[in-house]
T-cell receptor
């Protein structure tokens, strides 16, 4: 346990379903991130939140909708997904300084059928 | 845009031996940080080591050390006395200072440790 908790660990959903991924940290970090990890590809940054405000949206399709109600919690709401959205979704957090790196969660393995 | 390249998709090493994983990056910045992350089958990304670009001294963490060549934009990871628990995907990552906290990752190198 690293201090960043992601739930659920696995998720299978149909293309017409709506589901949410949850990320929680109690490390006192101010920044939180969603990354997508697909096979044979580098990790792709999706969203960045800093002090609850979204500061980066890396051209992510609108079927992915993030929410950050406070600095400790981050959600990724999913709807009308495509099979190519199947991947490992990683949440991370960090202090305000960029230099210390991230603390990652264990990820949610998403399969869209 | 910054890019990070890991040219070795897979590497293997005998237990107790030494292995070096390669990483190069492209940036026009002078102030930045570099990282190596480890991702075992448990999927947990774990920070192995970090390097500040303004420091000439190579970072070291126990059996892990880096060879940071700023002019060549190279950042290799050396694992000494390899252990079975070192088997994992290793990712090199870069962030520039004041970059909205974004890390750019390479594609990773899968390290196998043979007993």
């Amino acid at each position: 346990e690293t201090g960043v908790t992601q739930t659920p660990r696995h998720l299978v959903m149909g293309m017409t379903n709506k589901k949410s991924l949850k990320c929680e940290q109690h490390l006192g970090h101010n920044a939180m991130y969603w990354y997508k990890q697909s096979a044979k590809k580098p990790l792709e940054l999706m969203f960045v939140y800093n002090f609850k405000e979204q500061t980066e949206n890396n051209s992510v399709p609108s079927r992915f909708s993030p929410e950050c109600p406070n600095s400790s919690h981050l959600f990724l709401h999913l709807h009308t997904l495509q099979p190519e959205d199947s991947a490992l979704y990683l949440c991370a957090s960090s202090p305000s300084s960029t230099g210390v790196g991230y603390t990652f969660g264990s990820g949610t393995r998403l399969t869209v059928v | 845009a910054q890019t990070v390249t890991q040219s070795q998709p897979e590497m293997s090493v005998q237990e107790a031996e030494t292995v070096t994983l390669s990483c190069t990056y492209d940036t026009s910045e002078s102030d930045y940080y570099l990282f190596w992350y480890k991702q075992p089958p448990s999927r947990q990304m774990i920070l192995v080591i970090r390097q500040e670009a303004y420091k000439q001294q190579n970072a070291t963490e126990n059996r892990f050390s880096v060879n940071f060549q700023k002019a060549a934009k190279s950042f290799s990871l050396k694992i000494s006395d390899s252990q079975l628990g070192d088997a994992a995907m290793y990712f090199c990552a870069y962030t520039k200072m004041g970059s909205n906290y974004k890390l750019t990752f390479g594609k990773g190198t899968l390290l196998t440790v043979n007993p």
